[in-house]
């Protein structure tokens, strides 16, 4: 089992620009969520799913837009990518929508936007 | 204020030390605990999650102090592949979503 996967793994993009950050899972897990990650500020939650065609906001979704079509795959879209969108995402899934699971994450995507 | 916070150190220590990390949370509502380790430029994974009563998982230790809303993580022992940063996480209030702390960086010196 591959787990989390998520690609690229690097990228850097022009202000402007759009892209999608590919997250798959083989772990039929319900729960997927989307965090980025800068110096000093901890993981912050982008954008959440608790199942295939559900998807809700989580604390700093201005910017990405999020689909949830398949249980396997939660892609991140960036309409018009900004510099304050520089940092590392990680994906994550968790067995299912409820306290006091374990979450497991991808091994991140390192975005940087000139 | 922060719903998570850690002091983020760096704490070095020698090999076979003992070193405590503490972490204080906002919202008293708050369920769900956990302690995750993030090796440098790397994704985080679950150390061990931290229940009411305490546990503890080998050389390391995880207390919830509900009065003082204060989780700790004692490391016994420390060993070189020790060495990460420790992330204190706690469930958003009432819902499933968790809040990340800076994380508390850990080098164990030979």
């Known amino acids: 089992n591959a787990g989390v996967t998520q690609t690229p793994k690097f990228q850097v993009l022009k202000t402007g620009q759009s892209m999608t950050l590919q997250c798959a899972q083989d772990?039929?897990?319900?729960?997927m969520s989307w965090y980025r990650q800068d110096p000093g500020m901890g993981l912050r939650l982008i954008h959440y799913?608790?199942?295939?065609?559900i998807t809700d906001q989580g604390e700093v979704p201005n910017g990405y837009n999020v689909s949830r079509s398949t249980t396997e795959d939660f892609p991140l879209r960036l309409l018009s990518a900004a510099p304050s969108q520089t940092s590392v995402y990680f994906c994550?899934?968790?067995?299912?929508w409820g306290m006091g699971y374990e979450q497991y994450f991808g091994p991140g995507t390192r975005l940087t936007v000139t | 204020r922060k719903e998570v916070e850690q002091d983020p150190g760096p704490f070095n220590v020698p090999e076979g030390a003992t070193v405590a990390f503490n972490c204080t949370y906002s919202?008293?509502?708050?369920?769900?605990f956990f302690w995750y380790r993030q090796d440098c430029r790397k994704e985080p994974k679950l150390l061990m999650s931290?229940?009411?009563s305490g546990n503890e998982d080998g050389r390391f230790t995880a207390q919830l102090n509900r009065a003082s809303q204060y989780i700790s993580l004692l490391i016994r022992d420390s060993k070189l592949s020790d060495s990460a940063t420790y992330l204190c996480?706690?469930?958003?209030?009432?819902?499933?979503?968790?809040?990340f702390g800076t994380g508390t960086r850990l080098t164990v010196i030979p």
């Open positions: 996480v706690v469930n958003k209030a009432g819902a499933n979503n968790l809040f």
């Open positions: 919202n008293s509502a708050s369920q769900s």
């Open positions: 931290v229940y009411s």
């Open positions: 772990m039929n897990h319900e729960y």
């Open positions: 799913s608790v199942g295939a065609g």
């Open positions: 994550a899934t968790q067995t299912s």
